[in-house]
């Protein structure tokens, strides 16, 4: 289990994380209002809203209550004023993460993300302490069904992305920063919006996590950070093997 991936650093905990329905909500929301407000509340001329209307309706959240985030945030209702956040650090096993949210009061988050690293054997560290140890990318994610590897190989290939990677749960395509709009733009015309398609951060290198207890505990402070409503996506540069996430999942 590599933690560079996002699907498979939360595919252990997905059960869990999918019967938190309201926390789900809350977060999804949060993408929506920010999203309509960053740039045009029209989806088709907003990619990161028709990927965050996608995440929603997937979700299975009501058109009214969607209909409602979309218009907080192109300032049709008062609202919350959301902005993005970035905190880092380690956790047990020396393993680097990056914490990306969505808050209306830093003075709340930043307390409660320290506070979750400490008692979690973590520590978090300055802007920029673990950073340097990830790449910035373009990552774009596509349901398995859009397409067979081969196709979206030779498809991303030609739009100019860097990378594909495909295995059943689907496809995820990486590109330079600077390309993500004209990739992605190039991708949808062909397989229709994507799950995600945003900036990221890839680990130039993992850490081998191979001790049952030091995985449990470093599971258990990224399930604290996932948990808090103010968290839209945690990244780490671990390395599991699969007998140890395998009795992890037992227990």
Known sequence: MAGHSQFKNIMHRKGAQDAKRAKVFTKLIRELTVSARSGLP???ANPRLR?????????????????????????????????????????????????????DNRNRTAPEIRT??????????????????????????????????????????????????????GHEITTNPDDLGAVREALEARFGTPEYARLDWKPQTTVPVTSEDTARALMKLLDALEDNDDVQRVQANFEIPDEVMERLSAG
């Open 42 to 44: 029209d989806p088709a």
């Open 116 to 169: 979750a690293f400490s008692k979690n054997g973590g520590a978090m560290g300055e802007l920029n302490s673990v950073a340097f140890m990830f790449d910035r990318i373009g990552a774009i994610r596509y349901p398995a069904a859009v397409a067979t590897p081969e196709q979206m190989f030779e498809a991303a290939l030609d739009a100019g992305a860097d990378n594909v990677e495909s295995d059943a749960d």
């Open 51 to 103: 990927a965050a209307i996608q995440a929603a309706r997937a979700a299975n959240m009501s058109k009214d209550t969607l209909d409602r985030a979309i218009k907080r945030g192109a300032g049709g209702e008062e609202g919350t004023n959301y902005e993005e956040v970035r905190y880092e650090g380690y956790g047990p096993g020396s393993v680097a993460i990056i914490v990306e949210g969505l808050t």
